[in-house]
């Protein structure tokens, strides 16, 4: 069975950070790109980043860029969002996401974990 599952998230501070990882199984880690997105109440799906497995080459969203950073330890199956200097409109729900079998970044996502709420107090 083919897994996303998302841990990290919390509530924090504005200016503090957090690191989100996103646990995958069920299927052959190399093979995809994984990426992060997010929703917040009231506004659209926000794509963030993505990283293609298979040469560690990554993907930004323009207004992403600064302060997030995505990594992945192949070993454990595993991807990372590292977010730093954290604001108020950060709050959101954040996926981890797959994109199609042996597809680079960026790339559309069809399978997503269930999310871990960010909330970034003021």
């Known amino acids: 069975e083919v897994q996303l599952v998302e841990s990290g998230g919390g509530l924090v501070q504005v200016g503090g950070s957090l690191r989100l990882s996103c646990a995958a199984s069920?299927?052959?880690?190399?093979?995809?790109?994984i990426g992060w997105f997010r929703r917040a109440p009231g506004k659209e799906h926000e794509d963030i980043s993505c990283?293609?497995?298979?040469?560690?080459?990554?993907y930004y969203t323009d207004s992403m860029k600064a302060r997030f950073t995505i990594s992945s330890d192949n070993a454990k199956n595993t991807v990372y969002l590292q977010m730093n200097s954290l604001k108020p409109e950060d709050t959101a729900v954040y996926y981890c996401?797959?994109?199609?079998?042996?597809?680079?970044?960026?790339?559309?996502?069809?399978?997503w974990g269930q999310g871990t709420q960010v909330t970034v107090s003021s």
């Open positions: 069920g299927f052959t880690f190399d093979d995809y790109a």
């Open positions: 990283i293609s497995i298979s040469d560690g080459s990554t």
């Open positions: 996401a797959r994109g199609p079998y042996n597809t680079s970044c960026p790339t559309p996502y069809g399978f």
